[in-house]
T-cell receptor
Framework: SQKIEQNSEALNIQEGKTATLTCNYTNYSPAYLQWYRQDPGRGPVFLLLIRENEKEKRKERLKVTFDTTLKQSLFHITASQPADSATYLCAPISNFGNEKLTFGTGTRLTIIP | DGGITQSPKYLFRKEGQNVTLSCEQN?????MYWYRQDPGQGLRLIYY???????QKGDIAEGYSVSREKKESFPLTVTSAQKNPTAFYLCASTGYNSPLHFGNGTRLTVT
């Protein structure tokens, strides 16, 4: 069965450093990999999507990589700020709107001032 | 503004009662999803629907039921058969080549 694992439940990073979150998947060959941010008591919000033929995608201080050989995506936040503290979720997908969509377990990131 | 609305934000029920959670979207999305989230846990898929009048079970469908009579609406009923219904419930929708849009959730407490 499909399995999606994110590196750790919780990650503490000093402000200003780069935070790196990992998403590994098995028994799956997604065409896309999505990353979402979730704040306490709120629904997740979409951040970035990367396609299988893209190695890297950037948006402001965010960078995502996608290695289909390793079956892994890395999510980086550079120059991290306390406001980046949240839970981050990954979700591999092949067909938007046309499949069961499951998420990784999530990583709770805390940026320490 | 387009969006997805879940109501109510907080819901309290006595054990043994069925309860229905509302989810409405005006994004013209075909697909809709229900997830459950327990404290400190990830999202687990309950049911999803790709088109009106059709829906499929997710990973934890037991004790839940859904309907999809209209494109805009995907209500979830938590039945008395659900052993541990207290949780945070999230509804989402998506269209072609579109990421998921989530509502802000309903926190259900059953005592």
């Amino acid at each position: 069965s499909q399995k999606i694992e994110q590196n750790s439940e919780a990650l503490n990073i000093q402000e200003g450093k780069t935070a790196t979150l990992t998403c590994n998947y098995t028994n799956y060959s997604p065409a896309y990999l999505q990353w979402y941010r979730q704040d306490p008591g709120r629904g997740p919000v979409f951040l970035l999507l990367i396609r299988e033929n893209e190695k890297e995608k950037r948006k402001e201080r965010l960078k995502v990589t996608f290695d289909t050989t390793l079956k892994q995506s890395l999510f980086h936040i550079t120059a991290s700020q306390p406001a980046d503290s949240a839970t981050y979720l990954c979700a591999p997908i092949s067909n938007f709107g046309n499949e069961k969509l499951t998420f990784g377990t999530g990583t709770r990131l805390t940026i320490i001032p | 503004d387009g969006g997805i609305t879940q109501s109510p934000k907080y819901l309290f029920r006595k054990e043994g009662q069925n309860v229905t959670l509302s989810c409405e979207q005006n994004l013209n999305h075909d697909a809709m999803y229900w997830y459950r989230q327990d404290p400190g846990q990830g999202l687990r898929l309950i049911y999803y629907s790709q088109i009106v009048n059709d829906f499929q079970k997710g990973d934890i469908a037991e004790g839940y039921s859904v309907s999809r009579e209209k494109k805009e609406s995907f209500p979830l009923t938590v039945t008395s058969a659900q052993k541990n219904p207290t949780a945070f419930y999230l509804c989402a929708s998506t269209g072609y080549n579109s990421p998921l849009h989530f509502g802000n959730g309903t926190r259900l407490t059953v005592t």
